[in-house]
């Protein structure tokens, strides 16, 4: 069942999700080589606390880690080692809070240093493909409509769109209904509707859609090896549009984009 949330449980939700954004924009400039992923970790962590919040993933399902960092081939859930980043590298970090009894979860990824432009434009496309889907994200449209974007224009550029992973509903849970499938087909799934709030979350690779489950039960990868792009922002539908909770603009500033 969708629980749909009113301003007021959308004013905390906002919150939550800036905890986030602004956890992304303080490790953003430590993304560099040299630097480990178990060293963003920690201070992801006393920052969310610092905010009157607490890790949103740490302990849930039990994840060990307050962030979830997937390097090049690993799509989503890689967990954070003392693997130092290598120039070239492309980074997704995946962050959530709980603040007030509601979450806020987003990622974006980064890239390390000197970047292959093929690697480069796989990170514009998905960023793209985000901003798409979340304009689908109106009353007159349906869930499947925002996939349908995401679908068309990652296959365009000839990309694989992930089917095993998908975004999801929000709120005093970290995965709510619905599910958000970055395919499907227009006009289809559920109604979309005003207090809606949702994570939109392409996960895109550079060839096939497939991808396998490692050892760690965790880190989920391409099934051919090639890099994988992911990004996501938490959306509420407000007055029958979409409304961005999150922000990139921390991270934007962090790195003077």
Not at 103 to 118: I, L, M, Q
Not at 121 to 134: A, D, N
Request: net charge negative; charged share 25%.
């Amino acid at each position: 069942m969708i629980k749909y949330k009113t301003s007021e449980e959308i004013a905390i939700m906002r919150e939550a999700a800036q905890i986030v954004s602004r956890t992304l924009g303080l490790i953003a400039k430590d993304i560099i080589p040299g630097n480990t992923p178990r060293q963003l970790d920690r201070k992801a962590e006393e920052y969310i606390r610092s905010q009157d919040a607490v890790p949103g993933f740490l302990g849930l399902y039990g994840c060990p880690s307050t962030l979830l960092i997937s390097i090049n081939e690993q799509v989503v859930h890689g967990l954070p080692t003392d693997r130092a980043f290598q120039d070239g590298d492309v980074v997704s970090v995946d962050c959530g809070s709980l603040y007030k009894g509601y979450y806020g979860d987003h990622a974006y990824t980064f890239e390390v240093g000197e970047v292959k432009p093929e690697v480069q434009q796989l990170l514009k496309v998905t960023k793209e493909c985000l901003y798409l889907g979340i304009e689908q994200c109106t009353v007159s449209n349906r869930i499947e409509d925002i996939g349908w974007a995401i679908q068309c224009h990652a296959e365009k550029h000839g990309y694989g769109v992930v089917r095993d992973l998908v975004g999801h509903g929000l709120g005093k849970s970290l995965h709510e209904e619905p599910q958000v499938p970055n395919y499907g087909k227009r006009g289809r799934g559920k109604k979309i509707q005003n207090g809606l709030t949702i994570a939109i979350e392409p996960m895109i690779n550079m060839g096939t859609e497939r991808v396998i489950t490692l050892e760690d039960k965790w880190t989920i990868v391409t099934a051919d090896g090639k890099p994988s792009a992911h990004f996501e922002h938490n959306i509420a539908v407000v007055d029958g549009q979409p409304v961005i909770l999150s922000t990139f603009d921390y991270i934007y500033e962090a790195l003077k984009k």
